[in-house]
Antibody, heavy 120, light 107 residues
Framework: QVQLVESGGGVVQPGRSLRLSCAAS????????MHWVRQAPGKGLEWVAV????????YYADSVKGRFTISRDNAENTLYLQMNSLRTEDTAVYYC?????????????WGQGTLVTVSS | QSALTQPASVSGSPGQSITISCTGT???????VSWYQQHPGKAPKLIIY???KRPSGVSNRFSGSQSGNTASLTISGLQAEDEADYYC?????????FGGGTKLTVL
């Protein structure tokens, strides 16, 4: 079945970097755009970034632009999020999500999430 | 602050119907609205896409609609398992907006 598994979360000091991974299985990864969505503790969902199916384009939320980089390895069926210059407000559960099979305008599969805590 | 506005909370009794609204500008609330259900400690789950379409496996008790700048999610025949947070979203070509979320309590 379609599955996304995030990893790489943890506790990091402000200003440091962290790289998240999302391993995909059960579908043809190279055919779908992929997103990162985050959720601060007790808060709502916030879209973070998207990368097109072939890696040709990337877009970011204003809150992370210039600090985060989304990338993918279609040969390894893996999505990444490189997070630099981390701030305390980046503390959140980070989910990877697959664009919909019937509508690219939705996310039809989500990972279980990985917690990133930015604290001194 | 989210550009999509949802009520913070709604409630209903088992068997009743409830509606959650999602209001934005005409450019934000369009044919690309989706709805997600999230139980505590779990990942969100897609329950409605393209305003009113249900993914395979989602109960037909969930329905979506749109009128002007407001999209709505209706849950009929409320069940205890429907108690969760619900989020609307609006797709843009270079981003996605989420509503602030609505907590549904089944009394």
């Amino acid at each position: 079945q379609v599955q996304l598994v995030e990893s790489g979360g943890g506790v990091v000091q402000p200003g440091r970097s962290l790289r998240l991974s999302c391993a995909a299985s059960g579908f043809t990864f190279s055919r779908y755009g992929m997103h990162w969505v985050r959720q601060a503790p007790g808060k709502g969902l916030e879209w973070v970034a998207v990368i097109r199916y072939d890696g040709s384009n990337e877009y970011y939320a204003d809150s992370v632009k210039g600090r985060f980089t989304i990338s993918r390895d279609n040969a390894e069926n893996t999505l990444y999020l490189q997070m630099n210059s981390l701030r305390t407000e980046d503390t959140a559960v980070y989910y990877c999500a697959k664009e919909g099979s019937y509508a690219v305008t939705s996310f039809d599969c989500w990972g279980q999430g990985t917690l990133v805590t930015v604290s001194s | 602050q989210s550009a999509l506005t949802q009520p913070a909370s709604v409630s209903g009794s088992p068997g009743q119907s409830i509606t959650i609204s999602c209001t934005g500008t005409s450019s934000d609330v369009d044919s690309y609205v989706s709805w997600y259900q999230q139980h505590p400690g779990k990942a969100p789950k897609l329950i409605i896409y393209s305003v009113s379409k249900r993914p395979s496996g989602v109960s037909n008790r969930f329905s979506g609609s749109q009128s002007g700048n407001t999209a709505s999610l209706t849950i009929s025949g409320l069940q205890a398992e429907d108690e969760a947070d619900y989020y609307c979203s609006s797709y843009k070509s270079t981003s996605t907006l989420f509503g602030g979320g609505t907590k549904l309590t089944v009394l």
